[in-house]
């Protein structure tokens, strides 16, 4: 009885994760809303936004010796620069490892990226640093208007960092 009800329990769960996945590449393709952490949005004066999410992965303990466990944290964090009809202009992302313990954190190991899908958005520069409990990725963007012929620079910094809890914001 107890393999039957195990059996049922692992496809039902399976059916779900179908599901899921099916309902989130419909709403935002490039996210998989099931592994969203944190998300914010600010508002810009032109009517243009930017959301801020923060994406996860399975955490891992690694237990060294009975008296140290290493635990190690792996997350996303993602700014979308959008017009005020929702549709991505550009973005930067930067994905990065902690290890902690409860009393310290430390930054492992972090991969920037940034992309413009926008025509006339195009990434100018990438550029990324770490430091002790944190990591930031620093993204430049060109906006080259069609209409006045001129061209717009706007940078934008995101930092992500890790508390000695495993708390990432």
Not at 127 to 135: L, P, R, V
Request: hydrophobic share 35%.
């Amino acid at each position: 009885m107890k393999k039957k009800l195990s059996i049922l329990l692992t496809i039902a769960l399976f059916a779900l994760l179908i599901n899921t996945e099916s309902a989130n590449a419909a709403i935002m393709p490039d996210v998989n809303l099931s592994t969203i952490i944190n998300s914010e949005i600010e508002w810009l004066e032109d009517g243009c936004y930017i959301e801020t999410i923060i994406e996860g992965e399975p955490d891992l303990t690694l237990e060294c010796s009975t008296f140290a466990t290493a635990k190690y944290i792996t997350r996303t964090k993602t700014s979308y620069i959008k017009n005020s009809s929702g549709t991505v202009l550009w973005y930067v992302s930067i994905r990065a490892t902690f290890s902690y313990d409860g009393t310290t954190a430390k930054c492992t190991s972090y991969t920037p990226s940034a992309a413009a899908p926008a025509q006339t958005w195009t990434i100018k520069s990438l550029s990324s640093n770490k430091y002790g409990s944190a990591a930031s990725a620093v993204a430049t963007a060109t906006h080259k208007d069609p209409a006045i012929g001129k061209s717009q620079d706007i940078t934008k910094t995101l930092t992500i960092k890790c508390s000695p809890t495993g708390v990432v914001s």
